[in-house]
């Protein structure tokens, strides 16, 4: 590729993510995690208790979901793999024996725990906030709608071929002075502090873009806010002068961009009906745990 066209390509990925962005709502949320941390806040036994509650109960809720190996079914946090892995997961492929090292184990425990704090801020922010600007909304039983609580599985049909989306995200909020209904998104980066920078993340990263794509046709939501936090902080006495530790991007899914979803997967699907192979995006292979099987697709 010459510097020509590959600086074409990336102005039209950038104009790509640029497309899906407003910002007015990704200030609103920085701004609301902001006030929440600026406090002292009291240790709120009845948040607490219901975090704790709403954990117990979903690990003795019994799962309403059935599946069978007739139908394939695809989970949003996959939606931007190869149509190839998307097939060796649907086929229950061996995966590769990759094992991770100990600092990589503690890098994956650090990202979890985290999701579980910000869903304790989003908490004390609606009850503690003045004028809070995002509430979490609530199921029908009355629990947080995020992960587990709003686990779900939708059919589609799509240019004649069925196929099953299941999954759950990390919330939805309601934007208090306009009442949207939007998808919320949580993601850390555990390198540098840059890694949330303008300078290396101009946008959402477009996997992120496709996983909320995802949720719109599962959830029926099509504004998201996608948070990304840096685990790694500027110094402790930077004080104002801090660099930035979180970034936020507002993002609205189209029926167009549904529309390429559905055809990818409905793509997978036909394969998967007629025992084929797709053929594999090999500059997607990095996380991929399927290389050895797709090493021995490539040979046959």
């Known amino acids: 590729m010459t510097l020509f066209n590959r600086a074409g390509a990336r102005q039209l990925r950038e104009e790509v993510v640029e497309s899906h962005i407003d910002n007015k709502l990704a200030d609103a949320i920085l701004e609301h995690f902001n006030e929440i941390h600026s406090m002292e806040l009291p240790v709120d036994f009845e948040i607490e208790r219901s975090l704790l509650k709403d954990e117990l109960d979903s690990i003795n809720r019994k799962s309403q979901f059935f599946f069978t190996n007739e139908m394939i079914t695809f989970s949003p946090s996959s939606a931007s793999k190869c149509e190839r892995e998307l097939l060796f997961k649907a086929i229950s492929t061996t995966k590769d024996n990759n094992s991770f090292f100990p600092y990589q184990r503690r890098w994956m425990r650090n990202g979890t725990a985290v999701h579980a704090a910000v869903q304790k801020d989003l908490l004390y922010a609606e009850k503690y906030l003045d004028n809070p600007k995002f509430t979490v909304e609530r199921t029908v039983e009355g629990k947080p709608a995020w992960e587990r609580n709003i686990k779900k599985s939708k059919q589609f049909n799509h240019n004649g071929v069925s196929f099953l989306i299941y ?28 890694a949330v920078g303008s300078y290396k993340l101009k946008g959402p990263q477009s996997s992120h873009i496709e996983q909320c794509v995802a949720y719109s046709l599962l959830f029926d939501i099509d504004e998201f806010l996608i948070v990304y936090e840096s685990l790694a902080k500027d110094g402790w006495n930077k004080g104002e002068a801090a660099k930035p530790d979180m970034r936020a991007f507002h993002v609205t899914v189209t029926d167009n961009d549904r529309e390429a979803l559905l055809d990818k997967l409905a793509a997978v699907a036909q394969d998967f009906y007629l025992d084929q192979m797709p053929e594999g995006n090999f500059s997607k292979c990095i996380f991929c745990t399927y290389k050895e099987s797709c090493d021995l697709a490539r040979a046959s």
Request: net charge positive.
């Open 167 to 194: 999954g759950m995200m990390d919330g939805i909020l309601i934007h208090t002075p306009t009442a949207t209904r939007l998808g919320f998104e949580f993601k850390t980066k555990s390198t540098t502090i840059s």
